[in-house]
């Protein structure tokens, strides 16, 4: 005749609660994660929306574009800077301080569509 202890029944702490409590705390990871990303990429997409809007305005610059930029989000603002990744220099246009994400970084989109992301420790990269 089997003890109680030896077949595990009584023995403590049961592990399958041990699995779900592993289980919840990687879905609540994931979850993190994926909001994350899609909140950088929210970031992005209203950063190349704008420069499709200055494009279709004509690439206002000085007085017009002061008057594009009106109404558009304390969030964005005009941004004339250089800006050299790897072998590559780029100019930007617009920027926004306050990506979606609550991350503390400065999001860039070049003259040409691309958004570098640059974080306020690290460096920049180029992101989709």
């Not at 979850?31 to 929306?49: C, D, F, K, V, Y």
């Not at 305005?57 to 109404?71: D, H, I, R, V, Y």
């Not at 558009?72 to 220099?89: C, K, M, P, Y």
């Amino acid at each position: 005749m089997q003890s109680e202890e030896s077949n595990g029944v009584g023995s403590g702490f049961p592990g399958w609660i041990l699995v779900v409590l592993g289980v919840l705390v990687g879905t609540y990871a994931i979850i993190g994660i994926l909001t994350q990303r899609s909140l950088r990429r929210a970031t992005t997409a209203e950063l190349r929306l704008l420069l499709t809007r200055w494009v279709e305005a004509g690439k206002p610059t000085e007085t017009p574009l002061k008057a594009f930029m009106s109404g558009r989000g304390a969030e964005f603002v005009v941004s004339n800077r250089n800006i050299t990744l790897g072998d590559s220099n780029f100019v930007t246009q617009f920027a926004t301080v306050r990506p979606k994400s609550g991350e503390e970084a400065t999001v860039f989109i070049t003259t040409n569509g691309i958004c570098i992301w640059w974080p306020k420790v690290g460096k920049p990269k180029i992101v989709n």
